[in-house]
Nanobody, 119 residues
């Protein structure tokens, strides 16, 4: 129903920036919320940021507030995650997820993109 493809990950030094992108295809007209999650080695997947397309409101984890910004194109349901002032603890695989009407919250996930922050 919905396919998500992330891009933009890579290796960056602490204090640097990266911009992740998530392109959606398929039944994108039914997407009402999209978010970014991350999973570090040996840790559980955690919420990073999300945007609700109804009112374009955004939400952030406390650990990234003031450093990360989520934005996107409502028509294309493409979302971006601008990550500034990166820290080694931001190292993780970052996943994009989408909520589609009738299919549950964050029922669709991308394959993930690796972000590595060196100290």
């Amino acid at each position: 129903q919905v396919q998500l493809v992330e891009s933009g990950g890579g290796l960056v030094q602490a204090g640097g920036s990266l911009r992740l992108s998530c392109a959606a295809s398929g039944r994108t007209f039914g997407i009402y919320d999209e978010g970014w999650f991350r999973q570090a080695p040996g840790k559980e997947r955690e919420f990073v940021a999300a945007i609700s397309w109804g009112d374009s409101s955004t939400r952030y984890a406390d650990s990234v507030k003031g450093r990360f910004t989520i934005s996107g194109d409502n028509a294309k349901k493409t979302v971006y995650l601008q990550m500034n002032s990166l820290k080694p603890e931001d190292t993780a695989v970052y996943y994009c997820a989408a909520s589609l009407r009738g299919f549950g919250t964050y029922a669709y996930w991308g394959q993930g993109t690796q972000v590595t922050v060196s100290s």
